[in-house]
């Protein structure tokens, strides 16, 4: 039997008992080490990934500072007076409470204060998030300081084009209202785009029901796990470019809601770079004919459909990872 676990996942190193292992668990309700037991007579196998420790506030710093493929924001920011800051909500592991407060900076910086700037939780078709999602989200510091609203698929969405895979662009009103416009989101393993993030946060983040309807039902289905370009990505991307995104946020994750990465700039160019991050710190052993894998999906265990991206190793495994 082997003890597996998913490319976006969190098992913590081998702890002492050969039948003993422990998963990460409850993405930011519980946060805490889940230990699994075993039977006595089963040889139990860890397969953890690559990780990475945690940048800090330097390597924070010198991401805003080295844009890939645009200007710093600061410079972007010039003369704007209407940004708009897209955040992924807790079914995602963005640790905005770090990233949202250094693009309110950079945003100062240009002489723009943080009561101008309005935060868009882009949760695409899922529930709005509360206020007690939106404090672990961004943090009550942010919240207080800016203007947050929930984007709602439903309604307030523009049209503004289609792609060239024949899904509809329709986009958040307020965000196409805004004259600069910032993506803040992570990137991690996902089955249709290949790597979540980037123009993700756009279509279907911010978009309508019906595109995102659109978007799911055509390119996604065709998509694969750690594949940088599939047709789902490529259509998001130029959903993206239709709605004139200026700049990119994205974070590669660790094993403990912290972040291993961080890439700005450009929504497609810095996207790019940060899935060649993401494909070493996600990058783990696996298991050729295992009785049993058991797979954590941790942290994107806060959301019950997110169940599937547990399965990114069964995907991109070299052999097949449990015998017949």
């Given at each position: ?37 075993f039977?006595?007579a ?17 390597g ?22 209407r ?45 709005p ?19 947050v ?8 969405c523009?049209?503004?084009g ?45 978009a ?44 590669i ?21 940060g899935?060649?991050v993401?494909r ?13 894998c058991v ?30």
């Amino acid at each position: 039997m082997s003890a597996s676990r998913s490319a976006a996942a969190a098992m913590s190193d081998p702890r002492p008992g050969r039948n003993q292992a422990e998963i990460r668990f409850g993405a930011w309700y519980d946060d805490r080490d889940l230990l699994l037991g075993f039977p006595d007579a089963w040889q139990i196998e860890h397969c953890p990934p690559a990780d990475g420790p945690d940048i800090g506030a330097a390597g924070i710093e010198a991401a805003f500072a080295n844009p890939i493929g645009t200007s710093r924001l600061r410079d972007l920011a010039v003369g704007k007076t209407r940004p708009c800051i897209v955040i992924d909500d807790l079914s995602r592991p963005t640790p905005g409470a770090r990233l949202v407060p250094a693009v309110l900076a950079e945003l100062r910086a240009a002489g723009i204060e943080d009561r101008e700037v309005l935060i868009l939780a882009g949760v695409a078709n899922h529930r709005p998030m509360t206020r007690e999602d939106l404090v672990k989200k961004i943090g009550a510091d942010t919240l207080a300081r800016c203007a947050v609203t929930n984007h709602f698929s439903w309604d307030g969405c523009v049209a503004i084009g289609e792609t060239s895979f024949g899904s509809p662009v329709e986009i958040n009103a307020e965000f196409m209202q805004s004259d600069l416009k910032i993506l803040v989101g992570s990137i991690i393993p996902h089955g249709a785009a290949g790597f979540s993030g980037g123009s993700k946060l756009l279509m279907p983040g911010i978009a309508s029901v019906a595109s995102a309807e659109a978007y799911h039902r055509g390119t996604c289905t065709r998509g694969r796990y750690a594949v940088t370009e599939t047709d789902a990505r490529l259509e998001a991307d130029e959903a993206a470019r239709l709605a004139g995104v200026d700049f990119l946020v994205n974070a590669i994750p660790n094993s403990r809601l912290g972040m291993a990465g961080l890439v700005t700039g450009d929504v497609v160019a810095a996207h790019r770079a940060g899935t060649e991050v993401a494909r070493k710190v996600f990058a783990s052993p696996t298991p050729a004919g295992a009785d049993i894998c058991v797979l954590s999906v941790y942290p994107k265990d806060g959301e019950f459909l997110q169940y599937l991206t547990a399965f990114a190793p069964w995907q991109t495994a070299p052999a097949p990872m449990v015998r017949e």
